[in-house]
């Protein structure tokens, strides 16, 4: 980075003869001096530097970093966060199910073993077996929710650390974070997004305008006449 | 009232869990003769050829989208009145009313239990069957 001004010559000698001279609070003065107009250089510089990025973040447009910072990334956290919680919910209803098939098959064993005493209870008992295995199965299977769940909270991390970075670099660029609007889109866009597919609606923002459940569905269809 | 169980069903959907499982289910209801697609730009190759009786669709896949699938069968001459049914994580009012304009014979939105599915699909057989009467 080179500065354009000049370096003041005088300034130089007369620092020189103080430092010959020993007179050293006269030196530190004249470097002051000296330094004081490079300085204000690099502070120019930089100004000059944060009013161009602050004049290119005015200039972008919808789809834009400003836009991307305040709802993208917080959206796709909230869809994060639904997995995991989904995820853990089809895990606990499957151990359930396993620990109740595992209970009855007890009482099957029991029952069983009760009536047909005779016929071929080691056969039996095999199949019991294989099915206790199976299930046991099913349950170790469940592990799966740990694993994808530490890997989830990671990828939440590592999106909210994004988030502070840009929110702070639009802080910089002396931006007003809590002054980006909303997704403006038409409704145009807004048809076209639908006709593709959005997929489950999961933030607190998609929910407007969905049905919650079959039996708002059902309600919204015999209205429709269906 | 009894659906004729020997029907040609095709289950298109991107992801192979849930056409297993709307395989697996229709299994259960008794049905045994079943086509798959992963997307409405695979299936229509299918459909055209007529072979089938039902259609089982999920809405949002990357190349063609259930909607369009159906508005496809709906406006082709001799596919217009294949039964419909829609499975999907769609649930916009905006979304199921343009279903229904679209001429869709069911819409069931994901996640769903094997009751629902027998009794929409139900609801789905005799809506036709009263249609033949009718004709």
């Known amino acids: 980075m080179t500065f354009s001004t000049q370096i003041d010559q ?21 470097l002051d001096e000296l330094t004081k107009v490079r300085e204000s250089e690099l502070y120019q510089r930089v100004s000059e530097l944060t009013q161009n990025l602050h004049q290119t973040l005015d200039g972008l447009n919808d789809s834009s970093l400003l836009l991307q910072t305040k709802h993208d990334i917080p959206d796709a956290s909230e869809r994060l966060e639904y997995v995991i919680n989904t995820t853990a919910e089809a895990s606990n209803k499957t151990l359930e199910s396993a620990e109740n098939a595992l209970n009855l098959m007890s009482s099957l064993q029991e029952a069983t073993f009760k009536s047909i005493a005779g016929s071929d209870p080691e056969n039996l008992q095999n199949m019991i077996s294989q099915i206790n295995s199976e299930l046991t199965e099913i349950m170790l299977a469940q592990s799966f929710q740990d694993l994808t769940g530490q890997v989830l909270n990671r990828v939440i991390m590592i999106i909210s650390s994004l988030e502070q970075s840009l929110i702070h670099l639009i802080d910089q660029s002396v931006h007003d974070y809590s002054a980006i609007p909303d997704r403006d889109k038409s409704a145009e866009e807004k048809s076209s997004d639908e006709m593709k597919g959005v997929g489950p609606n999961v933030t607190a923002k998609s929910k407007n305008g969905s049905t919650q459940s079959q039996a708002e569905v059902d309600d919204l269809l015999s209205d429709l006449g269906f | 009232m009894q659906v004729n169980r020997e029907i040609n069903i095709l289950v298109v959907d991107d992801f192979s869990t849930m056409r297993k499982i709307v395989k697996d289910l229709l299994r259960e209801l008794g049905f045994h003769h079943f086509d798959e697609a992963d997307d409405g730009a695979t299936a229509w190759p299918m459909v055209q050829t007529g072979k089938y009786d039902f259609i089982v669709s999920d809405w949002n896949m990357p190349e063609m989208t259930g909607i369009d699938l159906l508005r496809r069968v709906r406006t082709d001459e001799n596919l217009k009145d294949t039964p419909f049914l829609l499975i999907t994580a769609e649930a916009k009012r905006s979304q199921i ?39």
Do not use: C
């Not at chain 1, 130089?12 to 004249?30: F, N, T, Y």
């Not at chain 2, 069931?108 to 009263?130: D, Q």
């Open chain 2, 97 to 135: 009313l343009e279903a229904t304009q679209s001429g869709v014979d069911g819409y069931i939105v994901k996640p769903f239990t094997a009751a629902t599915l027998n009794s929409k699909i139900h609801k789905i057989f005799e809506r036709v069957a009263e249609r033949k009467n009718s004709e």
């Open chain 1, 10 to 30: 005088n300034l130089v000698k007369l620092l020189l003869e103080a430092l010959e001279s020993g007179e050293l609070s006269q030196a530190g003065v004249l």
